[in-house]
């Protein structure tokens, strides 16, 4: 954990020793946990820290981004044995296999401001499971050296570019774009097999702008490389801006299509014309009128697990 004594480990390379609680940018010293969770989409235990090194106006997670300044409480510091006999533990439990969990990722805030805590996490739970697959979602800020170090312990890579141009990166997340694409660069060249996907919120009239250029820069590196467009949802300072359409989704897809890139996908949107309130319990397969106490399917309920993009 030597490197948290001079962290600099994202390009801010603050300096601070937060192995004595000082903090820089993201504002938190040691590792913490925010919580822990089975995820359906990524098959894995997925493990979310606090902490950031940029300041998102839409963040979907600020309570969990801007910790501690938010004032909420989550599990806070966990020393990585105990942790990795965690993980384990859950991969091995029958909600696991009911779900198809079957490896190790890590999200937030942002995860790699916590590498060395990812390496020795990792370490340890390969000792015991030494084929598990690992993960992470990152905002790809992280300095090229700790950026290769992510690089060595995982097998995928969530990397969002959440802008290209600069000023509108700045703007929008506090922090430059370059260090950004730089990395963007290094990983579609030199892992392209690590990339589960680069992505973008697609945030109208912030963002939409930025994806064709996004596109072109991907492809012009490699034009396999995945890339998904996210709608953006109204949250924290962009509380009221508004989402994308589906047609403003459709027309980026073609458009990144025309810029040379093969593998482009979207999800999430705003519908133009409002459902009717049968329509959502009946997509969840409910007998109508709901009465969820005697209830046929009240051991198995889909609404656990279910949320809007996964309608089918």
Not at 248 to 266: A, P, R, S, T, W
Request: proline residues 6%; contains cysteine; positive net charge.
């Amino acid at each position: 954990m030597k490197d948290f004594k001079n962290c600099k480990l994202c390009e801010w390379r603050c300096g601070v020793n937060r192995l004595e609680g000082e903090t820089g940018i993201c504002h938190v010293g040691l590792p913490e946990v925010a919580y822990t969770s089975l995820a359906y989409i990524l098959k894995s235990y997925s493990i979310t820290f606090l902490g950031c090194s940029f300041k998102c106006l839409y963040c979907n997670a600020y309570r969990i981004s801007q910790y501690p300044d938010t004032g909420w409480i989550y599990r806070g510091y966990i020393e990585p044995e105990k942790m990795a006999r965690e993980a384990l533990d859950h991969l091995e439990s029958p909600l696991a296999k009911n779900i198809g969990a079957y490896r190790l990722s890590f999200t937030g805030g942002e995860p790699t401001i916590h590498t060395p805590y990812l390496e020795e996490l990792v370490e340890k739970i390969r000792r015991f499971r030494p084929s598990i697959e690992v993960g992470v979602a990152t905002n790809g800020f992280s300095t090229m050296k700790t950026f290769k170090r992510i690089l060595r312990i995982v097998d995928f890579i969530n990397f969002e570019i959440k802008a290209f141009n600069d000023e509108i990166h700045r703007n929008l997340t506090g922090a430059p774009s370059e260090p950004v694409l730089r990395n963007a660069a290094y990983l579609a060249e030199k892992a392209p097999e690590k990339v589960r996907t680069f992505r973008t919120v697609v945030i109208p009239r912030i963002t939409d702008r930025e994806v064709p250029r996004i596109a072109e820069f991907l492809s012009e590196i490699n034009e396999e490389i995945p890339y998904r467009l996210v709608g953006f949802r109204p949250n924290f300072v962009l509380y009221y801006h508004s989402g994308p359409s589906k047609g403003l989704m459709e027309d980026l897809v073609k458009e990144c299509e025309k810029k040379g890139l093969k593998n482009v996908d979207y999800s999430g949107y705003y519908p133009l014309k409002a459902k009717d309130l049968d329509y959502y319990p009946k997509k969840l397969g409910c007998p109508l009128p709901r009465n969820c106490g005697e209830c046929k399917f009240k051991d198995e309920c889909k609404g656990i697990l279910m949320e809007p993009w996964l309608f089918k």
